[in-house]
Structure formats: structure tokens, C-alpha cells
């Protein structure tokens, strides 16, 4: 009887699992390879295939357990398995190869570094004997990437791969998750070794992080929360990377404190509740950003005070207050601010803890001082910073988009990945998250390019979601070749380009510090997107005046079935305000052209 491809497939799915025992058998190392990702129970990878990793393509053929996505560019193979990450939490996976193959990947790992996604990325590389002869396309993959992943490995050995992979995958999202590269040589991968089976467990004698917060140090910081006067609650990335936004939100609801996101927190906590007072930062709200300046005690959880946030920190440091910080990394405290409070330890583990002592200590805030703070914070609330101006109305205003489509969307199941530059911050700012894990962006590395690898790679993880992304016609020009593998692959997205013909921020910047030298800011010879998306198989819809807006965001809601791409052409003068300059303090802000 014959046995069919797929049987054989099911069996070595079966084969692979962790707990199964199974008696040795010679493999090769590619096979073992993908034995190993199966084990992990990987359902996508993203690739590009060369010279030195057909064995591991040649294995991948020979199996169906596993989605191969056939990207057009190494770069963008490693944002959709970062896009995928942020909004599954599961670990993305990519596969390149040597030479060429890693250094297009460079970008899409340093993205995921700076942002602390689980990944792990696995490198093609010349055979064994001629590494270090300037082999063709040879590369030192384990030197260019040290400085952009948690972790990387070279391996010598194809009966090293099986026990690789399992410390890869922990490393990638155990602690303070990030990036692993594993560079196998071509011969490595093509060498036959006895298998017998993938590991059940890891050990690394010199990585242990730590889960559990101090339990003396969760109880000081219960004492100074519940004796605070001016509490302010500041979270980042980290609460979404631990799922413990439901624990953040019973926290802030238990004690009634206010409560703010930076950029990559965004979701965490309900944007549309009255105790969240929007994002802080460069860009965020009058009132987040005067909290933070004047608080007297800080819950900062899973944050890490960058540049982007807290500005100067001489000038942050110019008012008295207490600071607690949870963070998974003990590197990221007292990195940039002194804090008073440190608790090393998984957030969700953490705030569990803090709510359980909370419940048991039966301590109350202080609710007079809690009043006459909120009435503060209602002042501050009062001058509207995010009010903008609609203009005449034959000018597209990109705040106006960005609204329109919130309102549209807000009660089905959405994601909106963005670009980097003025539309980033427009969607952060006005477009309201309520759930974690649906703002996908580039926070730290701030990648042109990522918007679109990650919309697909999220609409195969969430085929039944919408998945919009927000870009700019700068920004959506680094990574357009991917419309092409929209359509191989079915991920049917949308693409919202706001359309002002210029780098906005860069042209921003410039109005503000360079006395309107526009250097090499301004788009002469944009392509017409509209054609450009129908050459790839695609709708293209053209958008210029306000009224039409609306309709055209309802017209490509109801084409489920196909990527649309929006270019909507919106007014080149508008800035993102409110707005910190480069080394002002938090809370001296522009909230408009009126400041300038």
C-alpha cells in the first residue's frame, strides 16, 4: 500500500514531539532542524532560499505540518515573524541564508531586539572547512548579529541542532524575551547523525532568569503606593510581553490611580477609560506628561524611561519623587533614573503578588489627596491637546483618518500595525486601544518599512481579524515588494497611506530647527499607487478630498477578501503636536503651531 505525503508528514510531526520515545534513527541535520521546529510546535516561517540552506528547504518539502511563506526580501521575513510575535506572543521564525541573506536581515533583527520580541532566526552559512577563507557569500553572521540578539549560536555539528534549537527557543522567550540567531553551516545541515528524539528540557548554568519579585520589596512598594498623595501609574512593552495586561487592569482599578502607556505599552490598559490619560512622551498628552513631571510616587511596570519618554532627565530629575520600578532585566533599572523601589521579576508574577497584599493588607488610598489630585489632572485634561483643526474642506487631514477609522472599527476584532514617522504617532495618538497585543509597530528602532510584513504576518496568524497599516508613502516604499506576497499567500490587508508627499517627521523637524531647509525631505517622483497596487494584483483607491474619506474606508472593509491599498492624499503641512524637542524636558511642550 502506498503511504501518502501527507501521512508521512503526520508521522514526523509525531516523531518530533518532546515526549516521544523514540529509538535513534540517522538524520540529517536538516531534517533534524525541522523535527526540532515542529517539536515547538511552529506553524509559520518566513524565508528567502540560497545556496547554503537548500538542504533545510530540500526538508521542509518533504513535510506539511509547517507554512513556508515565501517573502521577497530577507528583511521583511524577519518583520512578519516579528509581527506575528507581537500579536500571538508565540515565537516568530525566520530562515536565511549566508552572506547577502543575513545582512538584508540585519535590519528586521535589530527591530526585534530594541522591542524585546521572542524570535528565533535561522542562518544559512558556508560549509565548516571554509569558514573564514572568504568563502562565496560568507559572512561572520555570529559577529555582525552579537550586538542585535539576546543570543546567537554557530553550529559545528549536526548532532549539536536538536539541543540548539531547544535553548534557542528558551533563551528567545524565557526572561526578557529578544532575538536568537542560529547559523548552520551548509554541511552541518546536509550530515547525518543518530536522532533520538528532541529534548524534553533545557538547563543553562549561566542563565537563570528570575520570575518571582521580592517579596520584601513588593511590600515597601505597597506602603509608598498606598501613602502617596500624587500616584501615577507609567507602563510600557513589558506588561503586553508577560500578558498581564488583566492583571494591570485590576490593579489601577482596585486603587483608582491614573494611569499611563508609552508608545509600545499601548493597550495595555483600556484607552478608553477615564483614568487613562492617554500615551506620554514626545509626543504625548499635556495632562500624561504633566503627571509624570509632578507625581510623588511612580509605579513604573515594564517600562525603561528612554529618551522618547521622560525627555532631559536632568529636568525630570528636578522634582522630588519616589519610584518604584518592576522590570523583568535588572540592566533596565537605574539604567537612566534613579529609582527607590527596584523589583526584579516577571510583571504578571509581580502585580499578582502586589494585588494579593493589597487585597490582604486592607490599606485604602488616600482618598481626599487621590480627589485633589484627579481635579489636577481634570485641569490639565481641560486644554484638549489633541483638538486639531479640519481645515477647508477640500484638505484631507491625517488626524481625521485615523479618527474616522477607530470609529469604524472600534468594536470589531482589529489590528493596525504603522510604519515609522508622522502617521505613527497620528495612530498612536488617535486611534484608541483597548486590548493588548493590536497596536504592532517599531518602537525603539523606529524601521521605515515594517508596516507591511507586519500586517501579513498577523493576517496569517489571524486570518478571521481585520489588519490594517497605517503608513506613509516614504516609509511604505521600503518594504512595497511584499504586496506581492500578499497575494501568494492570501493575507487580504489594508493599507492606509497618508499621503502628504514629504518625510513628515523629517520635514518637521526641519520647520522646527533647520528654519524650513526642507534637505532632501520632499517625495518628487512618487509612483501612482493606485496601479502600483493593481500590477501586484491588488485594489488601489485614490482619496483627496475629507467627505470621501469615510466611504472609501467602508468601501475596502467590505472587499474582505482583498489587500486595498488607500492613498489618501492628506494635507503636507500639518505637524504632530503636541510635541517635546530633542533635550527639553517632559513637560515643556508645543501643543501647537500657536507655541512656535
Known amino acids: 500500500m502506498e503511504i501518502s505525503k501527507a501521512e508521512i508528514a503526520s508521522a514526523a510531526a509525531v516523531s518530533a514531539s518532546p515526549n516521544s520515545q523514540v529509538p535513534p534513527q540517522d538524520l540529517r541535520g536538516a531534517e533534524i532542524l525541522v523535527k526540532s521546529l515542529q517539536a515547538e510546535g511552529v506553524k509559520y516561517i518566513w524565508g528567502y532560499p540560497g545556496g547554503a540552506v537548500l538542504h533545510i528547504y530540500d526538508a521542509f518539502y518533504k513535510q506539511n505540518t509547517i507554512q513556508h511563506v515565501l517573502v521577497r526580501h530577507e528583511q521583511a521575513a524577519v518583520h512578519a515573524a516579528d509581527g506575528y510575535a507581537r500579536a500571538t506572543g508565540d515565537v516568530g521564525v525566520a530562515l536565511v541564508t549566508s552572506g547577502p541573506g543575513v545582512t538584508n536581515a540585519i535590519t528586521g533583527i535589530a527591530t526585534a531586539y530594541m522591542d524585546s520580541i521572542p524570535m528565533v532566526i535561522i542562518t544559512g552559512q558556508v560549509p565548516t572547512h571554509a569558514i573564514g577563507l572568504d568563502a562565496f557569500q560568507e559572512c561572520d553572521t555570529v559577529g555582525i548579529t552579537r550586538p542585535i540578539v539576546k543570543h546567537n549560536f554557530l553550529v559545528k555539528d549536526a548532532k549539536h541542532i536538536a539541543e540548539t534549537m531547544k535553548k534557542a527557543f528558551h533563551i528567545a522567550r524565557s526572561g526578557r524575551p529578544g532575538p536568537v540567531v542560529v547559523d548552520i553551516p551548509k554541511d552541518v545541515s546536509f550530515n547525518k547523525v543518530a536522532y533520538a528524539g528532541y529534548p524534553k528540557s533545557v538547563e543553562m548554568r549561566s542563565y537563570n532568569p528570575v520570575r518571582k519579585g521580592h517579596g520584601g520589596q513588593i511590600r515597601k512598594a505597597l506602603q509608598l503606593l498606598m501613602s502617596a498623595k500624587r500616584p501615577y501609574i507609567y507602563t510600557g512593552g513589558g506588561v503586553l ?100 523601589i527596584p523589583i526584579v521579576g516577571d510583571v504578571k508574577d509581580v502585580l499578582t503578588e502586589l494585588i494579593a497584599m493589597i487585597k490582604e493588607s486592607g490599606l485604602q488610598p488616600d482618598a481626599s489627596a487621590l480627589g485633589n489630585w484627579w481635579d489636577t489632572i481634570e485641569s490639565w485634561r481641560k486644554r484638549d491637546c489633541m483638538k486639531y483643526s479640519m481645515g477647508s474642506s477640500e484638505v484631507i487631514k491625517p488626524q481625521y483618518v485615523v479618527e474616522t477609522l477607530w470609529n469604524m472599527t472600534k468594536d470589531a ?45 498577523i493576517k496569517l496568524a489571524k486570518p478571521d481579524s481585520e489588519v490594517f497599516c497605517i503608513t506613509g508613502e516614504g516609509s511604505v516604499q521600503m518594504c512595497i515588494q511584499e504586496l506581492s506576497t500578499c497575494l501568494q499567500y492570501n493575507t487580504p490587508i489594508k493599507i492606509v497611506s497618508l499621503n502628504n508627499r514629504y518625510l513628515g517627521m523629517v520635514r518637521q523637524w526641519q520647520e522646527l530647527d533647520y528654519e524650513g531647509r526642507y534637505s532632501h525631505s520632499y517625495m518628487d517622483a512618487l509612483p501612482n499607487f493606485v496601479k502600483l497596487a493593481e500590477a501586484y494584483g491588488h485594489v488601489g483607491m485614490l482619496i483627496e478630498k475629507p467627505q470621501d474619506v469615510e466611504p472609501a474606508l467602508r468601501e475596502a472593509r467590505k472587499l474582505k477578501d482583498r489587500t486595498v491599498f488607500m492613498d489618501f492624499r492628506t494635507d503636507p503641512t500639518e505637524n504632530v503636536f503636541p510635541m517635546v524637542k530633542a533635550g527639553k524636558g517632559i513637560s515643556e511642550m508645543i501643543l501647537g503651531s500657536e507655541d512656535l
Open 413 to 457: 476584532d482589529t489590528y493596525i500595525t504603522s510604519d515609522v514617522g508622522q502617521h505613527q504617532m497620528w495612530a498612536a495618538q488617535y486611534y484608541k486601544f483597548d486590548e493588548p497585543r493590536r497596536w504592532i509597530n517599531s518602537g525603539g528602532l523606529g524601521t521605515m518599512g515594517v508596516g507591511i510584513p507586519y500586517a501579513m504576518g
Open 241 to 340: 510581553l508577560s500578558n498581564a495586561s488583566q492583571e494591570l487592569r485590576t490593579l489601577v482599578d482596585m486603587l483608582g490611580y491614573p494611569c499611563t502607556n508609552t508608545l509600545m505599552g499601548l493597550g495595555a490598559y483600556p484607552a478608553s477609560d477615564k483614568k487613562f490619560l492617554g500615551m506620554l512622551g514626545m509626543h504625548g498628552t499635556y495632562e500624561a506628561n504633566n503627571a509624570m513631571q509632578n507625581c510623588d510616587v511612580l509605579l513604573a511596570v515594564g517600562a525603561r524611561f528612554d529618551d522618547r519618554v521622560i525627555g532631559n532627565p536632568k529636568h525630570f530629575a528636578q522634582n522630588e519623587r519616589k519610584i518604584i520600578h518592576i522590570d523583568i532585566d535588572p540592566s533596565s533599572i537605574s539604567k537612566r533614573v534613579r529609582v527607590d
